[in-house]
């Protein structure tokens, strides 16, 4: 089920830059081309730190040794689970909001103003 929802996901994010530079040649806003940051680069990238995540949260599950930060903080009791996660997810929040801040900023207007 995970690679079903991968793929699909993987597909609407490829038709969104198709989108994304179908606009920015018909345009010239580069605003388009920055809106691929937060709504095509950042979720194609995170969806390999998905699965790395769920492997290691599987992993600590099954009780299994994991080498890899920061699941060694939550193996040494000095981070839990929950809160490992609420960071990453909060992480992940705030560059997708910084890179749509700053490609709604560049956006031209539909009218310019004199």
Known sequence: MNRSLGVAA???Y???AFILVRRYRGTGDKGFLLLGLPLVIS???ALPLAMW???GVDRLIAGREVNSFPFTLVQ???LSMGALL???N???HVIWGVSSLMAV???KGGRERS
């Open 76 to 78: 040494q009791g000095r």
């Open 86 to 88: 609420t960071v990453l």
């Open 14 to 16: 490829i038709a969104v």
């Open 43 to 45: 979720p194609l990238v």
């Open 90 to 92: 909060l992480v992940q």
């Open 53 to 55: 995540l769920q492997t």
């Open 105 to 107: 900023l560049v956006l």
């Open 10 to 12: 993987f597909v609407l």
